[in-house]
Structure formats: C-alpha cells, structure tokens
C-alpha cells in the first residue's frame, strides 16, 4: 500500500472541528475522508497530526492516508480541491515512507493566536481574530509567557479529564508581536494539552489587562489547578500553524 | 441640525449590495440607517459616496446625515458597532461642515481588485480575492493598465443602460503588484462607471492569459461597444478602498 501525507489549510468558522463523535458529517476528517473515498473507491481513513476543536482553523494541518491506487500527488491533490468546500484546501500531497504516522512522527507543533485590539471592531478578520476593545500591556504579556518556557507540568492550563495521562509538556518558545492592530502570539512545543493553547492565552489577557501579575503564572503552574488559570480563549483566534517531523519541516 | 460623516468598512459576501430596488433589507444602507434611526429616535437616510454592489466589499466607505440629536462622535461610532452586524464596522464618525455631501463632494476614489493565482486555491482569503488557478502575465497586464490612464470615454467598460450621462471619465493611476499569491490591482480615477472596475479587471485579466495584446485595450476604448471588452470580473475581489474630498483626505 502507498501512504500519503496531505498538508492542509482550512477555516474552521463551520465546522464541529477536526473530529466529533456522534454527529461526524460536520467536521474536518469526514468532509476530506468522503473526498479520498470517492476518488479510489477504498474507504479511506485519515490519521491527523492532532484534533482541533470547533471553530480552531489550520494553516498547515498534516494527514496520512493508506491507499492501493496509484495516482499522482498532482492528481491527489487537484481532485481533492476541486471537490472539497471550498474552506478545506489540499495544499500538498506527496507519497511517503509507508512507516510516516502524522500523529505518532509529530516532533512539536506550532500554534498562532490572533488578537484584535482598539476601539474599532474589525469587519474582515472577525473570524480569524479575538476582539478585545481595550488595552493591552503587551510588554507584561511578554515576560509572563517567559514563564512558561521549559518542561512544566502543564495541569493547571488544560481542560483533560483523564488523570492517568502525563500532563507535562515542554514549550520551546513564545513569540508575541504587535502587527497594526493585531497581537500575533506564537507558541511552540513539543504538544499541547487539550485547550491549553486557549488557556494560557485567556491568562496571558488578564496579565495584559493588570488583572495579574506576570509572576503569577509560575505560581499557576505549581497549583496544577486548572481553576487558577484565566479563561479559555475563544476558538476563532487559534490557528494550528505548523507541524514539524523528525528531519523533516513540514 | 447637525451632518455627520462616516468612514465604514464591510464585508459586502452577505449582503445584496449598498442599495438596492425592492427587497431593501438585506442591504448595507438598510442595516446603518436602522441603527442610526433607532440611536436618534429620527428617521435617518444616508447620502453615500457611491453604490457598491453584492457581494463588493468596502475598507472606508464614506457616509454623511443629518440629525438634531446632539451626540459625540465616540458615541455614535461605539452605538453603531455594538448594534450592527458584525460584517459592518463604523471606522470613524466626524461631525463636519453642514454642506459636506459624501457624493456631490467626491473627489476621486481608489477601488482595489484582489486576484488569487497558483495552484492552490486559498480557504482564508476566498470570499475576498478572485481565484485564477493558471498563469497571468503581470508586465503584460501592467502593459495594458497603462492605455487607461487619462481621460476617456469609457462607455466599452460599463454596463450603464442610459444614454444620456456621460460615459467619460479620467483615471489617474493603475497600480498592479504581486504579494505572494495575490495580484492586487489599484484604481485611482475622479468616477468610475457602473461596473467599470470590473470588466477593466476582466479585460486585463484576459491581456494576462495571452488571449489578447496590450494593445487592444486603446482599440476597445475607442469602439466605445461593451461587447468588445472582457467579462465583468466577480464582485467579491473588488474594495472599495477610499474617497477623496476636495482638501480633505478620507
């Protein structure tokens, strides 16, 4: 059998995310899942780098897939845009090494968080950014990320239910910009809990907000109270930006 | 009774256009009149700059009305964003002189037209470019741009059915350049026809496949026969990008 690794972008504004159990026909997987069906006749499943949740987009989601027929990653590709909705978009396929799992060979992650910021709302980025209509000390915001560099156990900043899965997590880096009137926040690590990303965002906003102190977040993380925290962050900021394989930048 | 201006930008995919003939409602002027009615407690009409059609987007459409309700400026701008779909956004609101008119008192205006090219479609930007999936000849194009400028009768690049207004008019500026996947293209001209921008788009566009020379463009022009232009480019690449006022830059 051939694999095939998709690297794809889509606005997640309409869909139940990435995969849902019970009502599946709004999401992601199955939309992209139907489309690789129809086009071999096999009844394909895909293995995705990781979930997102509803309304999450991606600029780079990566898939794999198993597949008997032969057909070109230009064929694959071409036939997948043509019939996808037009907010999934195939941005390359290419055949791999039968051993590439997406979620399994996944090194670290890079995820972006978007921000509005001001007193004017923005008509075009609205679903691609969190409004907030006042100020934010960006400076703060910058030295309590630092905060979360390293190897923590992020417990305090995830909504998982299950105790007996590890909660610790290694960030490697945060980078948060100004770009007119957006707040650009970048996170990598090695993953991300369930909402986590959200969630430091949602503290990080109360710190940019004076609302806590930079230093409290070191003390957040040491609680592993998921209650100490700030809010989960709306969905439609977060976008899953890259995925980065062993030797391999995708 | 005072006149005030408004800068506004929308997002134009929902809507049947600024204005239209019979089913009012589900038009822009129609959503900022409501909630300028319902701010004032008065029946307002806006006089705007000009027209934009369904699904054309606007960056700073300029609106004026008048109203006895005295009101700051903040205000009405903050009334207007809390109560208007999230698509329409009040940039600015200015009280201005009583004889300002926001169309009688235009200027120029810039229209900005974004093409997506490549092979691979876009899920972000859909609604806002016109997607192109083969090659274009940019310098071609450029080429082609350059025969509009001036002053001329434009009668070939619209589609106005009346015979009595003038069809001339002078455009002072074509600007055409590549950002990544998009060409954007600007317009700077004292009016623009009915459709204009578009079926100049469309005609460029064909100069940009190969299927016609550069210089056809001043042939065109001089049959003044609509029938011998390009198609009329889809709505949702066009921005109405800004409006000029005598002394006064919008």
């Not at 992650?109 to 609205?126: D, N, S, V």
Request: net charge positive.
């Amino acid at each position: 059998m051939r694999n095939i690794k998709l690297t794809i972008e889509y606005d997640g504004s309409k869909y139940n995310g990435w995969q849902r159990l019970g009502n599946t026909e709004n999401t992601i997987q199955f939309k992209i899942e139907s489309v690789l069906s129809r086009m071999t006749g096999e009844n394909i499943e895909v293995i995705a780098s990781g979930r997102t949740d509803a309304g999450v987009h991606a600029l780079n989601q990566v898939v794999n897939f198993k597949t008997n027929k032969i057909l070109s990653s230009e064929y694959i590709r071409d036939y997948c845009n043509k019939y996808l909705p037009k907010d999934i978009v195939i941005k390359d396929a290419e055949e791999v090494d039968d051993r590439f799992h997406a979620r399994y060979n996944a090194k670290s992650k890079k995820y972006l968080y978007r921000i509005w910021t001001g007193e004017i709302p923005t008509a075009f980025h609205r679903k691609y950014t969190y409004y907030i209509p006042h100020y934010l000390d960006i400076e703060a915001m910058k030295k309590a990320s630092s905060y979360f560099i390293g190897k923590h156990d992020f417990k305090a900043f995830s909504s998982v239910k299950s105790k007996k899965k590890s909660t610790i997590r290694e960030i490697y880096e945060i980078n948060i910009k100004e770009e007119g009137k957006e707040i650009q926040m970048m996170f990598h690590g090695n993953g991300f809990l369930y909402n986590m990303v959200r969630i430091m965002v949602g503290t990080l906003i109360e710190v940019g907000e004076g609302k806590r102190r930079p230093e409290e977040i070191e003390e957040i993380i040491n609680t592993k109270v998921r209650q100490n925290a700030g809010p989960t962050a709306p969905a439609q900021g977060l976008f899953l930006y890259q995925v980065y394989y062993e030797g391999l930048q995708v």
